[in-house]
């Protein structure tokens, strides 16, 4: 089973920026990704970034430019720089393993492994 354990979040300024950790640990099973996804209230949870384990990313349109996955080199941490960030960034922030087709392409969290999340409030 995987455990994941997300920070970092907080409220911030529109324009702000934040930096988000995620370490994990456990068994990822056949997971060549891991990603970061949001859920606003009464939204459906939706993808961020991703990164593989090569190092190839996915992002969100809503985030290009503005966001940064990274990860440590064990792959026990996953980062996310968010920067110039805007108020409808606000939501709880989710890490979790996935799979993917490859760098570009979205991972999908096929196991359904979930932190607790962190919260991330962007105020205008």
């Known amino acids: 089973q995987v455990q994941l354990l997300e920070s970092g979040g907080d409220s911030v300024q529109a324009g702000g920026s934040l930096r988000l950790s995620c370490v994990v640990s456990?068994?990822?099973?056949?997971?060549?990704?891991m990603g970061w996804w949001r859920q606003a209230p009464g939204k459906e949870r939706e993808g961020v970034a991703s990164i593989y384990t090569g190092g190839g990313t996915y992002y969100a349109d809503s985030v290009k430019g503005r966001f940064t996955i990274s990860q440590d080199n064990a792959g026990n941490t996953v980062y996310l720089q968010m920067n110039s960030l805007k108020p409808n960034d606000t939501a709880t922030y989710y890490c979790a393993p996935a799979v993917g087709s490859g760098s570009g392409e979205y991972c999908y969290p096929h196991l359904g492994y979930w932190g607790r999340g962190t919260q991330v409030t962007v105020s205008s």
């Open positions: 456990g068994y990822r099973y056949n997971s060549n990704c």
